[in-house]
């Protein structure tokens, strides 16, 4: 960073780029966890941020900071921007715990339910599997590190000391994230549904010639055993998925915040 006039406005720029960070960790199920105190957590925010400004080499220009009301809508901006980027980039897991719950249910485990430890909520036991097991890949593959590198990236692509925009100037595409979202977790859910499908309409038929057989009794264990053989020869194909989108989304969200840029 420059020689600046004044230390409040370096004090300024290290705030900004620190709402930035706590933004992206509330909104990201990869550093978020419920049971890690929230000293912590802003703690680990400020580490980032005194190690994120000086890689990013960014400047103050003094004319920004003349009115508390501008500091006030840039530390709205930055918080907005953080959020953004923390909830596009982690599309692939978020659609990896979606189409968890859904299998889960087609195969009957909705019962079956334990507390997640990072939202505290009750999700189905095949997607909190899912889950774990996509965070471990995540960070295996060293995304928490691309996640951060991606800040660095978006505080050179638009400066927390940049011109003032509160709103996004241009079209973000938030439609294509949905469309996307929808797409991946179909595609991670579509092999359980197709083969329950196929073993309801094996119990029917079976109904419909062996009236004397209980086919109730005999699917629920069916469609278990099915489901986990399924699980079995398509968890490898959901971990090359999860591996293909994870740069992809990233990049997607670096571009989508670009909106903001003046």
Request: charged letters at 10%.
């Amino acid at each position: 960073m420059t020689e600046l006039a004044l230390p409040t406005n370096v004090m300024l720029v290290y705030l900004f780029v620190f709402i930035r960070y706590v933004a992206l960790v509330e909104a990201s199920s990869l550093f978020r966890a419920v049971y890690a105190p929230a000293a912590y957590r802003f703690f680990f925010c400020a580490l980032l941020s005194m190690a994120s400004v000086s890689s990013a080499q960014l400047t103050v220009p003094l004319i920004l900071f003349d009115s508390w009301a501008s500091i006030f809508l840039m530390a709205i901006r930055e918080f907005v921007i953080g959020l953004l980027l923390g909830l596009l980039a982690f599309l692939p897991l978020t659609a990896l715990h979606i189409a968890g719950d859904k299998t889960g249910t087609a195969m009957g485990l909705a019962m079956a339910s334990v507390m997640d430890p990072l939202s505290q909520s009750q999700v189905s036991v095949i997607g909190q599997m899912q889950v774990f097991l996509g965070f471990w890949f995540y960070f295996h593959w060293n995304g928490h590190l691309l996640i951060i590198q991606s800040v660095i990236e978006s505080l050179q692509l638009i400066p927390p000391a940049g011109g003032l925009s509160f709103f996004a100037s241009n079209d973000m595409s938030l439609g294509l994230w949905l469309q996307e979202a929808f797409k991946l977790g179909i595609r991670m859910v579509i092999p359980f549904y197709c083969s329950i499908m196929l073993a309801d309409i094996g119990l029917g038929f079976l109904a419909r010639t062996v009236p004397q057989m209980n086919i109730f009794v005999l699917g629920l264990p069916l469609k278990i055993g099915l489901g986990f053989f399924v699980l079995l020869m398509v968890l490898p194909l959901i971990v090359d998925m999860l591996y293909e989108n994870m740069e992809r989304y990233i990049e997607f969200a670096l571009r989508s915040i670009i909106a903001f840029r003046i």
